[in-house]
């Protein structure tokens, strides 16, 4: 990006080049007086839930990420024990993850000595900078160093782009422990065990189990109202539900939308997939193009929010996918 | 007064690093516009490409790894008046030119489709040149995709995996001396190697497809020079004009001159054979 913009700089005429450097340089002080000022505006109070003892949830909104909701749009959490605090996600900026925080030092006594990331999107990542000082064990899935270095830099300035001030300090933390497969991690008299899933949602997803409460967090293999978003392998999705549906939990806690009894929570997701599978394939079958299939894609069925953001992209991402298939 | 505007909006870029910004003014004032203009055509004029050229994207880019395009001949390719080239411009993505297409009177149709990656909003420009050497532009401004939405591939593992696999396939009901549509499929990661190792601070090594070449009967009918702003597992759709039987193959090769190949012959146009690298 940088290259880029010095490369057009430098092809403008003579006068005006004298002239954008002037204002490049005011800019870059600007830039400067902003990042030494640097400080991400403070949000209201997060609302938390406490569903069953040692569990916190706070609720994001059901939105995109926008300036007036401080990228507080997926559902963040925590879990105390005896030792320390679990953080599960940590919000859309660093704003969020600054409020959780502050939440958490108002109810647990102990240390956070892990923050579990559940994926590599930048609505649950991007306030892990908020925690850097707490120096916990950051913990993702085995590719989510990977992810977060390919996608990184697009989110961040995304984020910038699109929330402008809101976004300061959020910021790149990358996992210092990687889950292959399953681990066990000990809070003090209770044990959470985290599982890396083959690619579904996306290539990084990661559930947190409560032994003690039988609490399933799902990160966003499950979303409930939300409609569902695919950015991995619809296979891989589906089949990591019919995998999930046999975990004997009480409460499922979705990356978006409220918390529910387990399996059935997860019902409408999987008729929604399995309909977007159905559908594409037989577009396919039909020699119907990407294009011509998303002119007339189904836009009926069940009431989704954010169904007019993500559907068509969840039929893109089908079709790419299932043509290979053909 | 445009490269004053388009200044403020560099230096505003630096102090904000990319608060929120609307559509430039028009598609003649993107600053990188004017420098690929510059060094692509010259002063050469380019006329609105009514007539000539339409290109369908979306208003939006749903899936910033994967936007379909197309960009559609208004009139068929003969011998007197044809397309020679189109070149596909992503304002906004970091390499801007994301194709040279090529076609000749055998295409039939200088039709193309594919997918592209956005990394930002953008104009998406599609210029053509006509046998008589003028010059058309068609031009959509594309938004960026939501905050989730990353143009990077969906499994890095899985596409390295499957690197290699190519398809090449032609549609069913095939007509001597008809245009016809082909698709050419190649399991690519097609990799910018942008992306920075945050740890190592160094980049990842680049692969992309960079060539494409196809040919009827031995004669080219759409020859394309790319690179990364194509999505991975580049696709393309394009016509050529079948001739009773014959073959139609085609031949990929990549940064890192790999190297892969399929054909189909028309008495059994279903499915191209698959080959491996070499």
Known sequence: MDGRLARVAVSLTPPSRRWCALVLGVGAAIAFLQSAAGMAPEMPELALENPAPGIYVHYGQQAEMTRANFGDVANLGFVVGARCVAVIDTGGTFAVGRALRRAIQRIATVPVCYVINTHVHPDHVFGNAAFTDDHPQFIGHVRLADAMRRRGPNYLNALRRDLGDIAQQSAIVLPTRSIATTEELDLGGRILSLRAWPTAHTDTDLTVFDDASRTLWLGDLLFVGHVPVLDGNLRGFLAAIAELKTVRANLAIPGHGRALAWPEAIAPEERYLTGILAEVRAAIKGKRTLAETLATVDTGGERWLLFDEFHRRNVTAAYAELEWDE | ?278
């Open chain 2, 1 to 278: 007064m445009t490269a004053r505007l388009a200044c403020v909006i560099l230096a505003l870029g630096v102090a904000c690093a990319g608060a929120a910004r609307g559509q430039d003014a028009g598609p003649a004032d993107s600053a990188v516009w004017k420098k690929v203009h510059a060094s692509m055509f010259g002063n050469a004029i380019l006329e609105a490409a009514d007539g000539v050229v339409t290109l369908d994207t979306p208003k939006r880019a749903e899936d910033a790894a994967i936007v379909p395009l197309a960009i559609r001949a208004q009139f068929p390719q003969t011998k007197e008046r044809h397309i020679e080239t189109i070149w596909l411009v992503i304002d906004n993505n970091p390499s801007p030119i994301a194709a040279v297409f090529r076609f000749t009177p055998e295409s039939g149709r200088a039709d193309i489709e594919t997918r592209v990656r956005i990394e930002e909003y953008t104009y998406v420009r599609a210029v053509a040149r006509t046998n008589d050497g003028k010059l058309y532009m068609a031009a959509n401004y594309v938004k960026a995709s939501g905050g989730c939405s990353a143009p990077a591939g969906k499994d890095a593992v899985a596409a390295k995996a499957n690197l290699g696999r190519i398809r090449l396939s032609v549609h069913d009901g095939v007509e001597a001396g008809r245009p016809a549509i082909a698709q050419l499929m190649i399991s690519h990661p097609n990799d910018s190697g942008l992306a920075m190792d945050q740890v190592t601070r160094s980049y990842a090594t680049p692969h992309f497809v960079r060539r494409v070449e196809v040919r009827y009967a031995g004669k080219p009918v759409m020859n394309a020079d790319v690179d990364f702003s194509i999505s991975e597992n580049p696709n393309f759709r394009f016509y050529f004009v079948p001739a009773g039987g014959g073959e139609l193959d085609a031949k990929v090769v990549d940064n890192q001159d790999l190297e892969f190949t399929a054909r189909v012959k028309l008495d059994s146009p279903r499915l191209g054979a698959v080959s491996t690298p070499h």
